[in-house]
Structure formats: C-alpha cells, structure tokens
C-alpha cells in the first residue's frame, strides 16, 4: 500500500505522536489537506477511529456517492484520496464497528480555529478582561453545526485533549491544536450538547507526565468529591433586578449606612430530615433572605462560593475560580438568589480568594506540568500557614485570569462588592515566613511590588463599575489601603478594622465588674479610626476559633 505523499515529519512518525497524546497541531495530519498520489493533485482525507472496522466519507452535495476509507494502520487511523479536487465541501464520517449500527459524525479536524489573533494578544498581554468568554468551554455553532468550542492556556505542555464520556476518556481522541507560540490551545468538537463532562489531559514536556485537569475558566463542576467540569451555559436566566442596578450606580457608598450579614451558605441552616443536607440556592433565597431583611441588615456577604474541594475550608480555598460551586445548585440559581436579594433592597458581597489556591492535582498547581499559576520557588510560591499555593502575580496571563475573574463574578452574576480574603498575605514576602525563608523584592524590602500593582488594577477596573466597591481584609498597618490608587494607595473602597474587633472582643470577654478598668480597649481605636475607611466587622475567624 502507498502511503501518500505529505510535507514534514513521515506519516508514521505523525501518528506516533498522536497516539502518545502529545501533538500540538493534529490538524496538520487529520482532517483534510491538499496532497498529491502518483503525480496526481487532489486532497486527502485522514481520520482517527480506533473502534473503526470501516469509515466512508460522505459528502454534503447528494449527486456525489460515498468514498471508503482505507486503514493505514492497525490502531486506527483511516485514509481516502480525491483525485483532481482543490476545494472540499463539508463532509461527514460513516463508521462502522462491530456489533453497533453504523454512526455518521462531524470531522473535529475540519474546522477552522476560531480565536482571533487580537484575543490571544490580549490573553498573552493580561488585558483580556473577558477571558471567560475565550477561555473553557462555549456552546455554539459553526459552519451550521452546532458543538461546543474548548480553550485552555497551557504554554509548556506537549499535548493538551479533551476527555470526557463522550470518548471514553481517550486522550486520542480529541488532541487540540496550540495557536502558535500563545500557549493556547483550542479545538471545535461537534455535535457536543450541554452537560457533557469532560476534563484537559495533559502532557507535559521532558518529563511526559500526564494528568487529568478541571477546566480552569469552567462554569460548573461536579459535586464533591467528583471534580469534572460540565459543559453549562449562563445564558438562559433572565435578570429582573433592573431597579436596583440602576438605584446602584447613582450611589456613594462612603456615605450611606451599611449593615452586612456575613454567612457561610453551608452552616446557615441545614435539612436535618433529609441526612442534615444543604439548603439550595433556591431554597436559601426563599429563607435566608427575609430573616436578614427582618434582622435589618442592608447586605448579605456570602463566604466564597467559588467552588472548592474540601468543606471545612469554607471555600477560602477555591479552585473553580469560575464555577459557582455545585453543592446547592446551578450557577442560574445563585443568580436567581442574588436577583431576589435585589429585588428585596439588599445587597450581596462575595468573598473573593485572589491570594493563594489548593495543591489539589486536578486543579491549577502545575497544571502543564510546570509552575504556571503559582511561583516556581517555594519562598515565593508557597504558603506556609495553610498549605496552599500562592498566584505569581507578575505573569501577564495569571494576572489577567485573576482580573477577569473578579470582573466575572461583576458582570455576570451582578455582585455588588467583592471583599478580598487575606490582603496581607499577599502584600508581604516575608509573611508567616522566619528570615531566610523568603526573598527580598527588588529593592531589597519585603513588600510584593507584584501583589501591589495587581490589588492597584483590580480595583482601579472594579471601580469603572459605578456603585460597585471593594473590601479589604488587611490585618496590619499597610498605609493608605483605601486611598484611591492613583493618588498611591491600593485603592480599595473600605477595609475591615480588625484591631477595632479584637479589641471589642477582648472588652466584652472581661467580667463587668472589671470593665471599667478596661477602657481603654474602646477607645484606642480613635487614635486610627479616621485614617482608612473602615468597616467594622465581627469576623468569621474569630466567631469559630474563639
């Protein structure tokens, strides 16, 4: 049998990369491509079907007939030759196997990229505020089939697919291609549908490691301890708070009262007749919110409802930075509870983890089998309080993945406030961290100039969104963390007077007939009350730790 003529590596060698799972353009071997047999011009037809005994390419014009595919090797790759064609209409692909009926599929590998140029420059550049919309994975339709388009940045991988059920979880089967030197990788896979679960394998290069990953900008997730993500689109619900977010952007919150309800949607309430489960979003709209608005309170803040893997970390270890997680439900119902909570005149602020994330496999840590989301040098990329990995803020690509998430949880699920967990953490090289177990910046100081210039973007973008504020819980004297970043602070709208609580607490602990003595618990805090503006908070932390 003549294998037929194609430029660059050997057939064989093309197909041994394919079956490894580490080629970065099989679209330059599957799919169609002008090619030449016997001096003769015409276009070949390639295909991997491993359960494949015969494939016939079928055409879309009705006055052309079939063409059989031959096998050119045993493990499934499949070939036919069109003498004389120079353009190809679409076509399709009747496999047959043993013992089921014949099936006609869309070709993966006859579409065309579909990322602009100008949306990996911007990826690459970290100014892609809408990242979500590029990234993970979209319904649509394409060339009039409809199927779903997946995109992941994994610059130093070998070979990136998409696995899922509907291909039995074979890294073969859908390798996609990188889209030149971005470090993005993309493919179309037809005639997918939504709620299809599926995870990135990836390859990683010298080592050829292999590992399966949660889509990083996935919607949905399953639930614990599963940890597919699910093909889902945001777009069916319809938001009736239009009210409010108008009333919104004409108000000054530095100057109107503010009462927030801070909740852990897992500990709120439970169903104690139903093995003590938790309440859904829908259920919690319907009971969580009239007992805060009887309470009095203006804002709901929910503890981070990001998904994470592990419970007891009350999501402060998020890993679906874009999935709302499933333990109560869909993301539509968040956005019906946050809807209702509008509808009712309250607020909602979500808690939001920019400071570190969890060494789970599945997730971001090494996720191309390289340090990319997280620093490479464990003095700067690794926390020693709670063992978790923490973001290099001076990669373009990491920190526009941050920025377009905070901007997400904004636009797409209309939160009125992001308050960000552990500010000082990121603020300090040498947090939690005893000499010689930490790098000096630049400078030679100890301040993360990186972490500086994200919180100053993030909050300068946040603040384009008008009624819309930030909260920083910040432990320590950092100057000027609510003084606009332009004029040199970080920006932030309010920031928790946790010194105010500590001291509160302490007061109310002593025996009321000692009180009198302790005064100066109460008023101390003046001496810096004025310098920031502060929210004072009676903190999850210390409500459970005592």
């Known amino acids: 049998m003549k294998i037929?003529?194609?430029?660059?590596?050997?057939?064989?060698?093309?197909?041994?990369?394919?079956?490894?799972?580490?080629?970065?353009?099989?679209?330059?071997?599957?799919?169609?491509?002008?090619?030449?047999?016997?001096?003769?011009?015409?276009?070949?037809?390639?295909?991997?079907?491993?359960?494949?005994?015969?494939?016939?390419?079928?055409?879309?014009?009705?006055?052309?007939?079939?063409?059989?595919?031959?096998?050119?090797?045993?493990?499934?790759?499949?070939?036919?030759?069109?003498?004389?064609?120079?353009?190809?209409?679409?076509?399709?692909?009747?496999?047959?196997?043993?013992?089921?009926?014949?099936?006609?599929?869309?070709?993966?590998?006859?579409?065309?990229?579909?990322?602009?140029?100008?949306?990996?420059?911007?990826?690459?550049?970290?100014?892609?505020?809408?990242?979500?919309?590029?990234?993970?994975?979209?319904?649509?339709?394409?060339?009039?089939?409809?199927?779903?388009?997946?995109?992941?940045?994994?610059p130093n991988a070998a070979g990136v697919s998409v696995v899922g059920d509907f291909n039995g979880w074979d890294r073969r089967r859908h390798l996609m291609r990188v889209r030149g030197s971005s470090g993005v990788w993309e493919l179309f896979v037809p005639e997918l549908k939504e709620g299809t679960r599926y995870k990135y394998e990836i390859r990683a290069t010298g080592t050829h490691e292999i590992q399966q990953k949660t889509d990083p900008v996935g919607f949905l997730t399953e639930v614990r301890p599963k940890t597919a993500s699910i093909v889902h689109s945001l777009d069916r619900y319809r938001w009736n708070d239009a009210q409010w977010m108008t009333q919104r952007a004409t108000r000054n919150m530095l100057e109107q009262p503010m009462a927030v309800y801070e909740v852990h949607l897992g500990s709120w309430d439970r169903v104690s007749a139903e093995g003590n489960r938790f309440l859904a979003y829908r259920e919690l709209s319907e009971r969580l919110i009239p007992a805060v608005k009887e309470l009095g309170f203006t804002h709901i803040e929910l503890l981070p409802v990001m998904e994470h893997p592990f419970d007891g970390s009350w999501g402060y270890q998020t890993l679906g930075y874009f999935a709302p997680t499933s333990r109560f439900g869909p993301p539509e119902d968040l956005m019906l509870f946050i809807d209702r909570c509008h509808q009712a005149n309250l607020g909602v602020i979500l808690d939001w983890v920019p400071g570190h994330f969890p060494n789970d496999w599945h997730g971001l840590m090494r996720f191309d089998g390289t340090c990319l989301y997280e620093h490479a040098d464990p003095r700067k990329g690794q926390h020693p309080d709670w063992g978790t990995l923490i973001f290099n803020y001076g990669r373009n690509e990491v920190r526009g993945f941050l920025l377009s998430n905070a901007l997400y949880w904004l636009d797409q699920f209309h939160a009125d406030g992001l308050r960000v967990d552990g500010v000082a953490s990121m603020l300090y090289l040498d947090y939690s961290r005893k000499p010689g177990e930490w790098l000096p910046n630049a400078y030679g100081g100890h301040e993360n100039l990186e972490a500086i210039e994200f919180l100053k973007q993030f909050n300068t973008l946040v603040h384009q969104r008008p009624g819309v504020f930030t909260v920083a819980e910040e432990s320590t004297a950092w100057p000027g963390v609510t003084r606009p970043a332009h004029l040199g602070g970080l920006g932030f709208t309010f920031k928790w007077n946790l010194g105010w609580m500590h001291d509160m607490l302490e007061y109310m602990s002593k025996d009321p007939v000692h009180r009198k003595y302790q005064h100066n618990l109460l008023t101390f805090v003046l001496l810096y009350a004025f310098h920031e503006n502060f929210v004072l908070p009676l903190s999850h932390d210390e409500v459970v730790h005592g």
């Open 4 to 154: 037929l003529e194609h430029k660059g590596e050997t057939l064989t060698a093309e197909m041994e990369r394919i079956l490894r799972g580490e080629h970065s353009d099989p679209f330059r071997f599957l799919g169609a491509h002008a090619s030449e047999s016997e001096g003769t011009a015409g276009i070949a037809i390639r295909a991997f079907l491993p359960e494949a005994e015969e494939v016939m390419v079928v055409f879309a014009e009705r006055d052309r007939s079939p063409v059989k595919m031959r096998r050119i090797h045993s493990k499934g790759f499949f070939e036919t030759f069109i003498a004389g064609r120079q353009e190809l209409s679409p076509y399709r692909l009747q496999v047959s196997a043993a013992g089921k009926p014949a099936q006609t599929l869309e070709d993966p590998y006859r579409f065309p990229p579909l990322l602009s140029d100008l949306d990996l420059h911007l990826i690459n550049e970290g100014n892609h505020l809408h990242l979500y919309n590029k990234l993970g994975s979209h319904l649509c339709t394409v060339q009039g089939v409809a199927g779903v388009r997946f995109a992941v940045w994994a």
